[in-house]
């Protein structure tokens, strides 16, 4: 089955700085991959997802680049803000219509005043 | 929408009773996912139904686990007997698969369940 894995686990940056969260998947199959965000102790609600057909998306300050080749994909967050404090989540399926998809162990991002 | 709504948001039991959790999807969506989230292995699928029917159990850790959907407005996982080691935030998801293609999906609140 697919195996996602996501580095860092956490991750400190000085508010307005940018973050790069990183990962890598290894079914080649996979075509749709979002991102969930997590506040502490709140639900993981999705933030932006890219699908195999596309290599950038972006909304906003927040944009997902897709590697097929290298099997990796990356969530950049730009001029970052104390509310961006919480866990992401990457994800990928190979499935149509994502009924299984593999999650990422998270990266615990703090924004720092 | 008051989207995916799960009760009890907080469950503290001992070791050997039965729990239940309970789930009501977003009206209209056809998939129903329940999840686990520890520390330790993150977010794991248990189990996913379509239009009430499940499809994929292979999450479900052991036989103590089950999971029905007697209509499409209406889920529980239940655990029984219960252990210490099934303490986590149990959360359930829906999505509307019926448009094709990747629709989000909608996490609820979950539930924390401690088993001591």
């Known amino acids: 089955g697919e195996n996602v894995e996501q580095h860092p686990s956490t991750l400190s940056v000085q508010e307005g700085d940018s973050a790069v969260i990183k990962c890598t998947y290894s079914?080649?199959?996979?075509?749709?991959f979002p991102w969930y965000k997590q506040e502490l102790g709140k639900r993981p609600q999705l933030i932006i997802d890219?699908?195999?057909?596309?290599g950038e998306k972006k909304d906003q300050r927040i944009a997902v680049t897709l590697n097929k080749t290298a099997k990796h994909f990356s969530l950049h967050i730009t001029e970052t803000q104390p509310e961006d404090s919480a866990v992401y989540f990457c994800?990928?399926?190979?499935?149509?219509?994502?009924?299984?998809?593999?999650f990422g162990t998270g990266t615990r991002l703090t924004i720092i005043p | 929408d008051a989207g995916v709504i799960q009760s009890p948001r907080h469950e503290v039991t001992e070791m050997g009773q039965e729990v239940t959790l309970r789930c009501k999807p977003i009206s209209g969506h056809d998939y129903l996912f329940w999840y686990r989230q520890t520390m330790m292995r993150g977010l794991e699928l248990l189990i996913y139904?379509?239009?009430?029917?499940?499809?994929?159990d292979s999450g479900m850790p052991e036989d103590r686990f089950s999971a029905k959907m007697p209509n499409a407005s209406f889920s529980t996982l239940k655990i029984q007997p219960s252990e210490p080691r099934d303490s986590a935030v149990y959360f359930c998801a829906s999505r509307d698969g019926t448009g094709g293609g990747n629709s989000p999906l909608h996490f609820g609140n979950g539930t924390r369940l401690t088993v001591t």
């Open positions: 139904f379509n239009n009430n029917v499940p499809i994929d």
């Open positions: 994800a990928a399926t190979p499935h149509f219509g994502n009924e299984k998809l593999t």
């Open positions: 079914d080649s199959a996979s075509n749709y």
């Open positions: 890219i699908r195999s057909n596309v």
